[in-house]
């Protein structure tokens, strides 16, 4: 009986791919994930910054719409 070397590239090509496959799944499930965090934290710290500067007190508002400071015992009373 002789020896007859194997080729081992069709296997080496079939892990390969096999490989790259679940790489690419695991990109693409941790990039919606990680995009749909940032999206979360950008929408929940928009929504403070505005919760932040509609509660403020102690403002009044200018002509430009630019807030300044004034302090609650020189404001008038109705």
């Given at each position: 009986m002789g020896y007859r070397p194997r080729d081992a590239r069709?296997?080496?090509t079939l892990w390969t791919s096999?490989?790259?496959?679940?790489?690419?799944?695991?990109f693409f499930t941790f990039g919606v994930a990680l995009l749909a965090t940032l999206l979360s934290v950008?929408?929940?710290?928009?929504?403070?910054?505005?919760?932040?500067?509609v509660t403020?007190?102690?403002?009044?508002a200018r002509?430009?719409?630019?807030?300044?400071p004034v302090a609650l015992a020189a404001r008038?009373?109705?």
């Open positions: 069709t296997r080496l096999a490989v790259v496959g679940v790489g690419v799944l695991l950008v929408t929940l710290a928009g929504a403070a910054y505005v919760g932040w500067a403020r007190r102690g403002t009044v002509h430009g719409g630019v807030g300044v008038r009373r109705a």
